[in-house]
Structures are given as structure tokens and as C-alpha cells.
């Protein structure tokens, strides 16, 4: 059964920082990669950051990068079940969305379209 459980969302002041987990399992993690979308009110859902579970290798939105870090916690992934985060610097307003993680095929450059798996989402509100 496949599972991709968010967690660490809430609210944080403008300049804050927040880090996002994502617990994912039941998968063949070479296949894919490991990202994380946003959708924010009334705004289509777009890519925010994601990394390959094969080689590691990160994308990031032209609107986050240098701003948020996308990681795996090594240590504790296994075969079966891997962690991911979301390090989130410099929060602004404009980043109020709901955070979905997600299992992205390899070959779609951290798009939409290349998603198979979803998880529930968490929230994340940037306000003073």
C-alpha cells in the first residue's frame, strides 16, 4: 500500500522558517523521485522542489531556490520506507499554501503530470 504522510506545516511570521517531512513507503523508490507541490488558494498546484531517490539529484522552483532545501535523511531510509524534507528559510507570504508531497517518475523533471502518487497535504501559513 502506498503511503505519503506530510507533516511539520503550520504558522510562522514572514521571515520564519518551517521544515516539512514526508514519510514515504510502499513503492520502488528508484523509479522515482521524491517531491513537493503546493497549491495556494484559487492558484493551480505547481512543483516546488524535488530529489531523486535514485541519485539524489534536487530541482528547485526559480521562486524558492536559495530559499528552501530539499533532503533526505539517509540514515534512516531502507529499502521499503524513505524520509524526506522540506527545509523552508525566509518564509514570505506568497509561499500560504497547501503542501502535497508526492512520488514523481523520474523522467518528468519534478512536473505535475509526472506524479503517481499523492500524499494528503499539510498546511502552510506565512502571516504576520
Known amino acids: 500500500q502506498v503511503q505519503l504522510v506530510e507533516s511539520g506545516g503550520g504558522l510562522v511570521q514572514p521571515g520564519g522558517s518551517l521544515r516539512l517531512s514526508c514519510a514515504a513507503s510502499?513503492?520502488?523508490?528508484?523509479?522515482?523521485?521524491i517531491g513537493w507541490f503546493r497549491q495556494a488558494p484559487g492558484k493551480e498546484r505547481e512543483g516546488v522542489s524535488c530529489?531523486?531517490?535514485?541519485?539524489?539529484?534536487?530541482?528547485?522552483?526559480?521562486?524558492v531556490k536559495g530559499r528552501f532545501t530539499i533532503s533526505r535523511d539517509n540514515a534512516k531510509n531502507t529499502v521499503s520506507k524513505h524520509t524526506v524534507y522540506l527545509q523552508m528559510n525566509s518564509l514570505k507570504p506568497e509561499d500560504t499554501a497547501v503542501y502535497y508531497c508526492a512520488a514523481v517518475d523520474l523522467g518528468s523533471s519534478c512536473q505535475i503530470l509526472g506524479v503517481d502518487y499523492w500524499g494528503q497535504g499539510t498546511q502552510v501559513t506565512v502571516s504576520s
Open positions: 530529489i531523486s531517490s535514485r541519485d539524489g539529484s534536487t530541482y528547485y522552483a526559480d521562486s
Open positions: 510502499g513503492f520502488t523508490f528508484d523509479f522515482y523521485a
